[in-house]
């Protein structure tokens, strides 16, 4: 786990696609049918993958992993166009760099299936500087008919920011701050406010950590439009990927 906290070491890591794909169902919470997989990365010691990704992001190399993984789907898709659709996750480490919407449009132009069957998520686990570049990328994307997924939602100070300044289809709760609102009639309150602010964002919301059939209840009668966790189906390793 040393090597990959390294620049080099991630950087191999990830040309040698010496790592694991699992898809996790995102579950339509009204019939039940599995809207899209997202897909999770997962290197040797998943218990310290934060340790592994943080340094990625610090150092650059995390693009590298982003452009990896948005290719292996633009395969999968194209060779199941029918299929459900694959979220992958972009950091707010590589959407910073200005070199890099040119880096995700060249990819793009490999994709034959249908682009609303690739959703792109910005992860929140990166404080963007300046929110222009985010804003350019994703209003890109979103004008082409991919949708946009802000993730972890409520995690971090950085969500008012992104909320107020990107364009999204989908927000994705994070698990957490679900988890709390199950107890805490504040944080149900703000919660609720949040989902309505569905019509007026044009927004529809993705539960996350759904882990009890307790919380799949509780996030349903909220009005979640989707949900995910092993309450609703469990990760599973990705066999489509090519190496």
């Known amino acids: 786990m040393t090597e990959l906290r390294t620049a080099k070491g ?6 040698e696609q010496r790592f694991s794909v699992l898809r996790q169902p995102i579950v339509d919470l009204k019939d039940g049918h599995i809207h899209h997989y997202e897909w999770l990365v997962r290197f040797d010691d998943d218990d310290h993958l934060e340790g592994v990704i943080r340094p990625a992001e610090i150092s650059g190399v995390i693009r590298d992993l982003d452009l990896s993984m948005l290719a292996q789907a633009i395969l999968v898709l194209n060779e199941n ?5 694959i979220a992958i996750n972009l950091s707010g480490a590589s959407v910073d760099k200005k070199s890099f919407k040119g880096a995700v449009l060249a990819c793009l132009t490999a994709l034959e299936a249908s682009p609303t069957k690739l959703i792109i998520e910005l992860t929140e686990s990166w404080n963007m500087k300046s929110l222009e570049l985010a804003e350019s ?3 890109e994307l979103k004008t082409r008919g ?3 997924c802000l993730d972890d939602v409520g995690a971090g100070a950085a969500s008012i920011r992104y909320l107020r300044a990107l364009p999204a289809n989908w927000l994705k709760i994070d698990g957490g701050f679900v988890a709390a609102a199950l107890n805490s009639m504040r944080d149900r309150a703000i919660l609720s406010a949040l989902l309505s602010l569905r019509e007026a964002l044009d927004v529809r919301f993705i ?3 759904v882990e009890t059939e307790e919380l799949k209840a509780f996030v349903t009668r909220l009005g979640f439009d989707a949900a995910q966790g092993y309450a ?3 990760p599973e390793l990705e066999t489509r990927i090519t190496v």
Do not use: N, Q, W, Y
């Open 10 to 15: 991630f950087r191999d890591h990830v040309s």
């Open 81 to 85: 166009p029918l299929g459900a659709g």
């Open 137 to 139: 990328l994703l209003t």
């Open 146 to 148: 991919h949708p946009v």
């Open 207 to 209: 539960a996350e950590g």
């Open 232 to 234: 609703i189906r469990k």
